[in-house]
């Protein structure tokens, strides 16, 4: 559940059906101290019950996808990564997922999941202006199995310099439209799939 001034969200995400998740467990910045490690876990095409309202009108979730990023660790003091997300379907009708990192935890958290199954991926590749962030982005694999368009709507971003500690932040938005080769399928056409980019670069 979550509440904010215009939207309220009532939902709950089932696991019971949906494909295994990943988790990576890695050493940040070797040669520090004292050991830097972060552990991540990313569930995708979890099935939805339940609405949102947004302005006061309500809208159904059912039937929808879902998926979730949790993260957590001692990081580098300075740690950047960029990063990429999206739920929908192909259009051939299965359902899709991707997480992708170029930096940080790198290949280890790279992965795709169709229907029931889970791929794993090379670490990512971003080609893009970040000074532009709502400009198109290419996203990719380093193998060339992912070739992606990202267009971004709407964007969450964060400038912070406080000297010893600063922020660069962009998460836009927006929708995935591209090509997916994955083992023992055929080419799976992304048009159009939801989801989310980020530039993440921070000293603390």
């Given at each position: 559940?979550?509440?904010?001034?215009?939207?309220?969200?009532?939902?709950?995400?089932?696991?019971?059906?949906?494909?295994?998740?990943?988790?990576?467990?890695?050493?940040?910045?070797?040669?520090?101290?004292?050991?830097?490690?972060?552990?991540?876990?990313?569930?995708?095409?979890?099935?939805?019950?339940?609405?949102?309202?947004?302005?006061?009108?309500?809208?159904?979730?059912?039937?929808?996808?879902?998926?979730?990023?949790?993260?957590?660790?001692?990081?580098a003091r300075h740690t950047a990564w960029?990063?990429?997300?999206?739920?929908?379907?192909?259009?051939?009708?299965?359902?899709?997922?991707?997480?992708?990192?170029?930096?940080?935890?790198?290949?280890?958290?790279?992965?795709?999941?169709?229907?029931?199954?889970?791929?794993?991926?090379?670490?990512?590749?971003?080609?893009?202006?970040?000074?532009?962030?709502?400009?198109?982005?290419?996203?990719?694999?380093r193998d060339g199995s992912v070739d992606?368009?990202?267009?971004?709507?709407?964007?969450?971003?964060?400038?912070?310099?406080?000297?010893?500690?600063?922020?660069?932040?962009?998460?836009?938005?927006?929708?995935?439209?591209?090509?997916?080769?994955?083992?023992?399928?055929?080419?799976?056409?992304?048009?159009?799939?939801?989801?989310?980019?980020?530039?993440?670069?921070?000293v603390w």
């Open positions: 559940r979550a509440r904010g001034r215009e939207l309220e969200i009532d939902a709950r995400l089932d696991a019971a059906g949906s494909p295994a998740g990943i988790t990576a467990i890695a050493a940040i910045a070797p040669g520090e101290r004292p050991t830097k490690v972060n552990v991540t876990q990313k569930r995708a095409l979890l099935d939805v019950l339940g609405s949102v309202s947004i302005g006061g009108r309500k809208h159904s979730l059912d039937g929808g996808l879902a998926g979730y990023d949790h993260t957590s660790g001692l990081l960029r990063w990429a997300f999206f739920l929908g379907r192909a259009r051939s009708g299965e359902k899709v997922a991707m997480n992708l990192v170029e930096g940080f935890v790198g290949e280890a958290e790279c992965a795709a999941w169709v229907d029931g199954e889970l791929y794993p991926l090379a670490e990512g590749k971003f080609i893009h202006s970040f000074g532009k962030p709502l400009a198109l982005w290419d996203i990719r694999t992606l368009r990202f267009s971004p709507g709407q964007m969450h971003a964060d400038h912070t310099n406080l000297g010893l500690v600063r922020s660069s932040f962009v998460q836009p938005v927006g929708s995935y439209r591209g090509t997916m080769r994955l083992p023992g399928r055929a080419p799976l056409e992304i048009d159009g799939a939801l989801g989310v980019a980020e530039n993440q670069d921070v």
